[in-house]
């Protein structure tokens, strides 16, 4: 079993799609997810010539806060890193992610993401297989792909599962 995940959301998402989003989360990964909060953006983030948030600052700024807790921020501002016009998310291997709903319209898409970068958390990096953890350009890319994780990195995952439940002795 993997360590809890902490989830954390921007007050301009809608809670009834966080909870759809953890739902699918604990289908996808063996996680317990007990603590769901609210967590308003950094306005350091945010880059004012760009009307964007800096991905990965936020991402330094929540690994900073959380200290050893995994956590995944979901929001609705749209995020740039440097020579992307945007992404939808990023993580960082076991510590945590982001992913901003900004570009997804559907309920699936959001999922589809939450999922992409969760795995991330758990140790997963991208995948040229039929897989959620394909890297996505673009928005029809991100729409190709499918929601679930290959078998390769399912049994990735259980190999990352493990070493937790190693460390944790
Ligand atoms: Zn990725
Ligand atoms: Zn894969």
Do not use: W
């Not at 900004?102 to 995948?127: P, Q, V, Y």
């Amino acid at each position: 079993m993997f360590p809890s995940l902490l989830v954390l959301y921007d007050s301009n998402v809608f809670v009834d799609e966080v909870h759809e989003v953890i739902n699918a989360l604990k289908h996808s990964f063996s996680v317990e997810i007990n603590n769901i909060e609210e967590y308003n953006i950094s306005l350091s983030a945010y880059n004012s010539s760009r009307d964007q948030y800096d991905g990965q600052k936020l991402l330094n700024i929540l690994i900073d806060e959380q200290k050893l807790n995994f956590f995944l921020y979901i929001l609705q501002n749209d995020l740039f890193v440097p020579n992307r016009n945007f992404v939808f998310g990023l993580g960082s291997k076991y510590y945590g992610a982001i992913v901003s709903f900004h570009r997804l319209d559907s309920i699936e898409m959001k999922i589809k993401e939450s999922i992409h970068e969760t795995a991330h958390i758990f140790g997963l990096g991208h995948c040229s297989d039929f897989c959620v953890m394909q890297y996505s350009n673009s928005l029809a890319e991100a729409l190709q792909k499918p929601s679930t994780l290959c078998n390769a990195c399912q049994a990735q995952l259980k190999e990352n599962n493990k070493n937790f439940e190693r460390n944790k002795d």
